[in-house]
């Protein structure tokens, strides 16, 4: 959905002279300093990862007017590659995307460069100072914390990125001019419009959200893969509401740029019905497709998770000691990152800041995903309450997808079995949900019996895992096992069991019909994005039926096998 590759290291005659980002198949974007020095036909673009991909020679086709100030306006410049390149391009953000959260705080931003010493890129964490543009021009940046990575020559034209989208809200064009001090300039994305149009028609409007624009770049990226024959016209006629405005004359050139009209050209208080049509129509094609034989059906697959596993254990030291140990995964590998018995009155910050550690670990703008795994007895743990940083107080399962799983499915017979479950989810359109309703007299084995049958999908239950009633039906879902299950830790009281057989006005019964309704379109391996997006709803409206959700989602192709060359423990409950 949201991919690091469009990250670009600029070159002139061998020597690394700047970062830039792919804005389309052909256009970089970098700063007009970063180029403006340099023999003629000297300029080369990498892409550091892309490894596979090869130096491609660039001459610049347009520039913002710089005239070789420090201080000038107009220090932009657009670079045409030799040729098209397969990689998405850079997702940008709406304007205004890196003032401050729906909470009013400041927004984690995040700059990938290539300062002296670091020619593989390194990372850096920045926010904004003020909403004000300075000479109409720039927002001055500062670091995220004190301390952190001092903006050098080497990040001039590096995108400026949303941590929590991965999306580009900016370009870095300036450094302090102190030394010793974190803090620099951007250039936002209006004023790079204002400098170069072309890039206009790239800049969605704030009235779609995140999730939905997520969603949207996800799905044209797998028909891209999957080298999916579709007329976007014809695409988007399908899609576009009767006051929409029509397609343009000379077409799409691309799903691409089909997918940007959507965004970019359609407002109002109807534009996400039409996005979301869009997309309905576009996944439905995607997965015609990938029902034939081929590549296709890969590239349908689950998305390609970056996670990060929060592992907590009962330490064996009383029950005010916990064992945590945190794992960063990518590339295939494996990464430990931290590991320790901690009193329970540490324990949230010690995971806060072991999490974000392990995004050092990530690719820069990859899916992330937080994993908690967690003894049966702890499964309902609020950790998507939790917050998710020292000076942030928004919940961790509002700004990242985020799951449990249960530790005792570690064993390799539940491995085995929950793979091959979820090579069959990979062809599902929809998270079917079988349904365990309060105050259910189904014995437990019948319940086996339907879990196993091919179409079970997601199971939901009306009470949380710790009422008497419920926790052998529980114990016999995870155990089937079902690749998902999911409840309310506010559903239908346990003590009101015994009187409540799911009728109206059970809050249990009334969660699941909001689930059935909410996740019955949603394939399976992007539930924990929909679950985000719906914390994130109920974080803004009080009383919403989804405040206390709990996923557990098991996939365990997402994590690497314990057994091979990654080093990963044993005992690690997910993998």
Not at 409 to 434: C, E, K, N, S
Not at 520 to 538: F, H, K
């Amino acid at each position: 959905m949201r991919s690091a590759e469009w990250h670009a290291r600029i070159e002139s005659a061998g020597r690394v002279v700047g970062a830039g980002f792919l804005v389309t198949p052909r256009k970089v974007l970098t700063c007009a300093h970063v180029v403006s020095e340099g023999p003629p036909g000297a300029l080369t673009v990498t892409f550091p990862e892309r490894p596979d991909c090869a130096a491609v020679p660039a001459r610049v086709v347009a520039d913002g007017g710089w005239r070789g100030g420090v201080t000038d306006p107009g220090d932009l410049a657009v670079l045409e590659l030799d040729h098209d390149l397969p990689i998405a391009p850079a997702a940008l953000a709406p304007v205004d995307a890196a003032h401050t959260d729906r909470h009013d705080r400041p927004r984690k931003l995040l700059v990938y460069g290539f300062p002296v010493g670091f020619d593989e890129g390194t990372l850096a964490e920045y926010r904004i100072t003020a909403t004000q543009l300075l000479n109409r021009e720039w927002i001055q940046l500062e670091a995220w914390q004190p301390g952190g990575r001092t903006l050098a020559p080497g990040f001039s034209g590096a995108a400026v990125t949303l941590v929590d989208t991965g999306e580009v809200v900016g370009m870095v064009t300036a450094a302090a001019g102190d030394p010793g001090v974190a803090d620099g300039r951007m250039m936002p994305t209006e004023v790079m419009a204002r400098h170069w149009p072309g890039l206009e028609g790239l800049v969605p409007t704030s009235d779609h959200r995140s999730a939905d624009r997520a969603r949207l770049r996800g799905l044209v990226e797998r028909a891209v893969r999957a080298g999916l024959d579709c007329d976007p016209v014809r695409l988007y006629g399908a899609a576009a509401a009767p006051l929409d405005p029509p397609a343009p004359e000379e077409g799409f050139d691309s799903l691409w740029s089909a997918a940007l009209f959507v965004l970019c050209e359609i407002d109002g208080a109807d534009a996400a019905a039409t996005v979301a049509r869009f997309a309905d129509r576009l996944e439905e094609l995607v997965r015609a497709a990938a029902e034939g034989p081929g590549p296709v059906e890969e590239a349908a697959g689950a998305p390609d998770w970056s996670p990060i596993l929060v592992d907590l254990q009962h330490s064996g030291a009383g029950d005010e000691q916990v064992r945590v140990e945190v794992s960063a995964y990518s590339g295939g590998r494996r990464h430990p990152v931290g590991s320790d018995t901690v009193p329970r009155s540490r324990l949230r910050a010690y995971v806060q800041d072991r999490i974000e550690a392990a995004f050092r670990y990530l690719t820069p703008g990859s899916d992330e995903l937080i994993a908690f795994a967690l003894p049966r007895d702890w499964i309902d743990l609020p950790v998507d309450r939790w917050a998710s940083a020292p000076d942030d107080d928004t919940p961790l399962g509002s700004v990242y997808p985020l799951v449990v799983t249960d530790q005792a499915r570690r064993r390799a017979g539940a491995r085995h079995q929950l793979t091959r479950a979820w090579r069959q989810l990979d062809a599902v359109p929809g998270a079917r949900i079988l349904r365990v309703e309060c105050g259910s007299a189904e014995e437990p084995p019948r319940l086996r019996m339907r879990l196993r049958r091919a179409e079970a999908c997601l199971a939901g239950f009306a009470t949380a895992p710790a009422a008497p009633r419920t926790r052998p039906h529980f114990d016999t879902t995870l155990t089937a096992p079902a690749p998902l299950v999911v409840w309310s830790r506010g559903g239908c009281a346990a003590g009101a069991e015994e009187a409540c057989a799911g009728g109206d006005g059970c809050a249990g019964k009334s969660f699941l019909d909001e689930l059935d309704a909410c996740v019955s379109g949603v394939p399976p391996a992007e539930l924990p994005r929909a679950v985000l997006a719906l914390r994130e709803e109920a974080d803004a409206e009080e009383g919403h039926w989804a405040r206390d959700i709990q996923l557990l989602w098991d996939d365990p192709r997402v994590f690497t096998d314990p057994h091979g060359r990654d080093g990963a423990l044993p005992r690690s409950p997910v993998t």
